[in-house]
């Protein structure tokens, strides 16, 4: 089978609750929303994509309990392919706990990787990049994902970063063999040791021939293109919760890629996605169409 997109990154199944302003230590409280939903910047950005329209596979193990059952119908609901996943009884993906600011909608995240096992580089297949036009990793399964990344660069076939957190020098190594790396201003930071996303973007540049973009939630993104820097700024909305929106960013932005959007274009579509992404409770609760974010710009032009 041939895929528009390759994921491969962490496997989460997230428990969010938004949290009521109110709480007592100790005691029960009889709240509006829970929901369990797969979660993570690969999987969220995996399901993204498959709502766009994108054919979608996720590579990384499976295995045979709640979560992984969890996982499975997670990513059965948005269409991505499961055919190329491992399984091994044993694996658990990791689990998350997400606390959303009933006021603000931001959120705090508890998560463990107890049980998880990431890919590692023996377990991928190179011919697995011959049946993509595009390669999507993030920086959690760092090994299996470098690995990815070689072969792609090898096979000519492009690649999308989403770097948050991790071992720096193995960061660093991702942003030197992407193509188009999208990062938070927070991770930036830590790799740069600069404050500013224009220092961080200029300092990022001196490693990689990657397009760089960096996203800091509501103060929106950032992008270098040879010496000029591009500014997208967020789109202002009701916002319930921003859980996903820079996995929604990720996702919009490699939809935009395949369509040969420019990079501004890239950039305000994928905000603008990501926006309408933060209107909704959960981080795959609801994804727009790609007519919908059309009209959603030209509403707020
Ligand atoms: N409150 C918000 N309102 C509207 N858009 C938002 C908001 N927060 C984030 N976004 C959009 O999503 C993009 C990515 O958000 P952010 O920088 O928070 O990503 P992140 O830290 O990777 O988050 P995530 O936890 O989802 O991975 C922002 O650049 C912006 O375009
Ligand atoms: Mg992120």
């Not at 399964?141 to 096979?155: M, P, S, T, V």
């Not at 939809?255 to 309408?276: D, Q």
């Amino acid at each position: 089978m041939q895929f528009d997109v390759l994921v491969s990154g962490l496997n989460v199944v997230d428990l969010l609750v938004i949290v009521p302003n109110s709480v007592s230590k100790g005691r029960k409280h009889e709240i509006d929303n829970i929901i369990i939903q797969g979660g993570a910047p690969a999987g969220n950005g995996a399901c993204g994509m498959s709502a766009l329209g994108l054919k979608t596979s996720f590579l990384g193990f499976i295995g045979d309990n709640v979560q992984s059952a969890i996982a499975r119908a997670e990513f059965s609901r948005f269409n991505v392919d499961t055919s190329l996943l491992i399984k091994d009884p044993k694996i658990v993906p990791a689990t998350a706990l997400v606390e959303v600011d009933s006021s603000s909608g931001e959120r705090t995240v508890f998560y463990s990787t107890k049980g998880y096992r990431p890919l590692g580089p023996n377990d991928i297949k190179p011919e697995w990049l011959d049946r993509t036009k595009l390669l999507y990793v993030d920086g959690y399964d760092l090994e299996g994902n470098i690995e990815l990344l070689r072969i792609a660069q090898q096979k000519g076939v492009p690649s999308i970063l989403d770097v948050e957190a991790g071992d720096p020098s193995k960061l660093l190594k991702m942003i030197q063999l992407g193509n188009h790396v999208i990062l938070p201003l927070e991770a930036a930071q830590t790799l740069t040791t600069r404050k500013n996303p224009i220092d961080c973007l200029k300092k990022l540049a001196t490693e990689t021939h990657a397009q760089l973009i960096i996203t800091d939630g509501a103060n929106g993104s950032w992008a270098l293109a040879g010496d000029e820097i591009i500014t997208q700024p967020c789109y202002e909305v009701a916002v319930v919760d921003t859980t996903g929106c820079g996995d929604a960013y990720h996702a919009a932005y490699a939809y935009a890629l395949l369509k040969n959007y420019s990079l501004p274009k890239r950039m305000e579509f994928a905000s603008a996605f990501a926006a309408i992404v933060a209107t909704h409770f959960g981080g795959r609760s609801y994804f727009p169409n790609e007519e919908e974010v059309k009209i959603f710009i030209q509403n707020h032009q």
